[in-house]
């Protein structure tokens, strides 16, 4: 085993042995023969001259979801996945077949997959800047197979999204030079802006423009379930069938944005907010007392407080865990089975009381502009920091709570994923009615927030959007965000800080190209970030 995709990746190198994440070693040799299969697939469609199917584009992007960090544990449907992979990939009619190892392998067992994890993994490549390369493009692959996964279970797809996908697997496989490379990682960038584009779409002509709304983070006193992941389809179709059942649903970590739809907020038992930030789960799913619905990642190795009443759904998974299975025939997912338990069991034990605000995507702040940009022009709001992305166990994340108390009154905090449980629950007030804390909602929502600056940049008549009164200071954890970031470098963003450590993937040479072409910087102490920012460096 070798990986490195995650922030808490063992001592900022890698880890060898299991994952700091709870992953088996075992499981994530397989989850590198995937990957492997999966580029059989894009040098198989390439080959052809054909594009690949929606059905086949589909499968892909949910195959790289299972990867992502704290997605699926689960090493029989990682193995199932290579299967199938295996057997699309010979489906797709290719000459010359003994070209390449990664057409011409073949494998059944579990023993063959593990035996071929030894040549296909990360260090497979030896090249440090291109094995940094090669893994930045992977690991933005797999933030968009999340993105465009969501998107797809509204019923939305793209066919230049899987065309994409098809292309940056294909080039993993070659020789290219570092130009290539490197124009190939920006144009993941600029996919991972039309992907989260397109599940903003879903999302918003699904369930209606979120609103700003005060959500509840106390307990009632009647059953609960709480839903926790990213999949809004679930969450829509849990509450359906719960309605009227004398069941409250709770929302957890990345769910906390479901309050902010029209459509989902109608339901009067769509009550609150449990807890915080995924990785809280071994230490708050035990009080909840009712049944856990995990939809997505990010799920991390189950405790025995709760392992008889936690189910997962799509692509999360772990081993001894009930799954409940996909849609048949466009049919709702059948939840019944967590709602009967749920209704045995106490209500949650309560953890805090109080209310947090959110909502504030792009149509709702910009619905605000006037006002927004009054207060920019009177010198009331000096400066916008985006504080988007990921939340972690490390201590130093502490950062992200300092930074927000200390920046000034006149700065407004834009935030959007699970990071904002940093600091949306302090008392930071708010600037002419405008609360310092903008939540837009989950990770991918971050593309809210670049919408929301391009406007502003409209606005104010500005020829760069660097030229605003808008700093970034980016917590990241795992793929989703590693897309947002090549998101916001397409876009034009410049002078972004992320933190609390520099990626572990980038190579130094590839370091220095960020930093040269782009300004990325590394988060250092609180006060002297805060000081650049208010500076505009």
Same mark, same amino acid.
């Given at each position: 085993?070798?990986?490195?995709?995650?922030?808490?990746?063992?001592?900022?190198? /890698?880890?060898?042995?299991?994952?700091?994440?709870?992953?088996?070693? #075992?499981?994530?040799?397989?989850?590198?023969?995937?990957?492997?299969?999966?580029?059989?697939?894009?040098?198989?469609?390439?080959?052809?001259?054909?594009?690949?199917?929606?059905?086949?584009?589909?499968?892909?992007?949910?195959?790289? &979801?299972?990867?992502?960090?704290?997605?699926?544990?689960?090493?029989?449907?990682?193995?199932?996945?290579?299967?199938?992979?295996?057997?699309?990939?010979?489906?797709?009619?290719?000459?010359?077949?003994?070209?390449?190892?990664?057409?011409?392998?073949?494998?059944?067992?579990?023993?063959?997959?593990?035996?071929?994890?030894?040549?296909?993994?990360? @260090?497979?490549?030896?090249?440090?800047?291109?094995?940094?390369?090669?893994?930045? !493009?992977?690991?933005?692959?797999?933030?968009?197979?999340?993105?465009?996964?969501?998107?797809?279970?509204?019923?939305?797809?793209?066919?230049?999204?899987?065309?994409?996908?098809?292309?940056?697997?294909?080039?993993?496989?070659?020789?290219?030079?570092?130009?290539?490379?490197?124009?190939?990682?920006?144009?993941?960038?600029?996919?991972?802006?039309?992907?989260?584009?397109?599940?903003?779409?879903?999302?918003?002509?699904?369930?209606?423009?979120?609103?700003?709304?005060?959500?509840?983070?106390?307990?009632?006193?009647?059953?609960?379930?709480?839903?926790?992941?990213?999949?809004?389809?679930?969450?829509?179709?849990?509450?359906?069938?719960?309605?009227?059942?004398?069941?409250?649903?709770?929302?957890?970590?990345?769910?906390?944005?479901?309050?902010?739809?029209?459509?989902?907020?109608?339901?009067?038992?769509?009550?609150?907010?449990?807890?915080?930030?995924?990785?809280?789960?071994?230490?708050?799913?035990?009080?909840?007392?009712?049944?856990?619905?995990?939809?997505?990642?990010?799920?991390?190795?189950?405790?025995?407080?709760?392992?008889?009443? %936690?189910?997962?759904?799509?692509?999360?998974?772990?081993?001894?865990?009930?799954?409940?299975?996909?849609?048949?025939? /466009?049919?709702?997912?059948? &939840?019944?089975?967590?709602?009967?338990?749920?209704?045995?069991?106490?209500?949650?034990?309560?953890?805090?009381?109080?209310?947090?605000?959110?909502?504030?995507?792009?149509?709702?702040?910009?619905?605000?502009?006037?006002?927004?940009?009054?207060?920019?022009?009177?010198?009331?709001?000096?400066?916008?920091?985006?504080?988007?992305?990921?939340?972690?166990?490390?201590?130093?994340?502490?950062?992200?709570?300092?930074?927000?108390?200390?920046?000034?009154?006149?700065?407004? %905090?834009?935030?959007?994923?699970?990071?904002?449980?940093?600091?949306?629950?302090?008392?930071? *007030?708010?600037?002419?009615?405008?609360?310092?804390?903008? #939540?837009?909602?989950?990770?991918?929502?971050?593309?809210?927030?670049?919408?929301?600056?391009?406007?502003?940049?409209?606005?104010?008549?500005?020829?760069?959007?660097?030229?605003?009164?808008?700093?970034?200071?980016?917590?990241?954890?795992?793929?989703?965000?590693?897309?947002?970031?090549?998101? @916001? !470098?397409?876009? /034009?963003?410049? *002078?972004?800080?992320?933190?609390?450590?520099?990626?572990?993937?980038?190579?130094?040479?590839?370091?220095?190209?960020?930093?040269?072409?782009?300004?990325?910087?590394?988060?250092?102490?609180?006060?002297?970030?805060?000081?650049?920012?208010?500076?505009?460096?």
């Amino acid at each position: 085993m070798f990986c490195f995709q995650c922030q808490e990746t063992f001592r900022n190198t /890698g880890c060898t042995e299991n994952g700091m994440c709870g992953k088996k070693g #075992d499981t994530a040799n397989l989850m590198d023969v995937l990957v492997y299969a999966l580029r059989g697939i894009a040098v198989a469609a390439e080959k052809s001259g054909q594009p690949v199917s929606n059905d086949t584009g589909a499968f892909m992007i949910g195959a790289l &979801f299972t990867t992502i960090t704290n997605a699926n544990f689960d090493p029989e449907r990682i193995t199932a996945n290579i299967r199938k992979a295996l057997a699309i990939r010979d489906s797709i009619k290719v000459e010359n077949k003994d070209q390449s190892d990664v057409l011409n392998w073949t494998g059944n067992s579990i023993d063959d997959f593990r035996t071929k994890a030894s040549e296909v993994g990360v @260090l497979a490549t030896g090249n440090a800047d291109v094995r940094s390369l090669r893994e930045l !493009l992977i690991y933005g692959l797999k933030g968009i197979s999340a993105y465009a996964d969501h998107a797809k279970m509204l019923g939305f797809e793209k066919a230049e999204i899987y065309q994409f996908i098809v292309k940056a697997l294909a080039s993993t496989t070659r020789d290219l030079s570092v130009d290539e490379m490197v124009a190939l990682v920006l144009e993941c960038g600029q996919v991972a802006v039309t992907t989260m584009a397109l599940l903003d779409q879903a999302n918003t002509s699904t369930y209606g423009n979120p609103q700003i709304t005060e959500v509840d983070i106390g307990v009632g006193k009647r059953p609960g379930i709480l839903v926790s992941g990213h999949d809004l389809r679930d969450m829509a179709e849990l509450l359906e069938q719960t309605a009227g059942q004398g069941i409250d649903i709770y929302t957890h970590s990345e769910m906390l944005p479901a309050h902010y739809y029209p459509e989902l907020k109608k339901y009067p038992h769509l009550v609150g907010n449990y807890g915080g930030s995924w990785w809280h789960q071994g230490r708050q799913f035990g009080p909840f007392n009712g049944p856990i619905l995990m939809t997505t990642n990010c799920i991390i190795p189950v405790g025995n407080a709760y392992k008889d009443r %936690i189910f997962t759904t799509g692509m999360a998974g772990y081993p001894g865990v009930k799954h409940i299975p996909d849609r048949v025939d /466009g049919k709702p997912k059948d &939840f019944s089975e967590i709602i009967e338990l749920a209704k045995k069991c106490p209500p949650p034990t309560e953890l805090e009381t109080g209310k947090i605000v959110g909502g504030f995507a792009h149509n709702q702040v910009l619905a605000l502009a006037d006002k927004v940009v009054e207060a920019v022009k009177s010198g009331a709001i000096k400066r916008f920091v985006v504080m988007a992305g990921c939340d972690g166990r490390h201590k130093e994340r502490s950062y992200f709570t300092d930074v927000a108390e200390g920046l000034p009154a006149g700065t407004v %905090i834009l935030t959007a994923g699970c990071a904002k449980y940093r600091y949306n629950k302090l008392n930071l *007030g708010d600037i002419g009615g405008i609360p310092r804390v903008l #939540d837009a909602g989950q990770c991918n929502d971050s593309y809210s927030l670049a919408v929301i600056a391009l406007k502003l940049k409209e606005v104010f008549g500005l020829d760069d959007v660097n030229k605003l009164p808008l700093s970034f200071d980016i917590a990241w954890y795992e793929q989703k965000a590693v897309a947002v970031l090549l998101a @916001l !470098l397409a876009l /034009g963003f410049k *002078g972004l800080r992320i933190g609390p450590t520099l990626p572990a993937f980038l190579s130094p040479g590839v370091a220095e190209v960020l930093i040269k072409n782009f300004g990325l910087k590394v988060t250092t102490e609180p006060q002297a970030d805060i000081n650049a920012m208010m500076a505009g460096e």
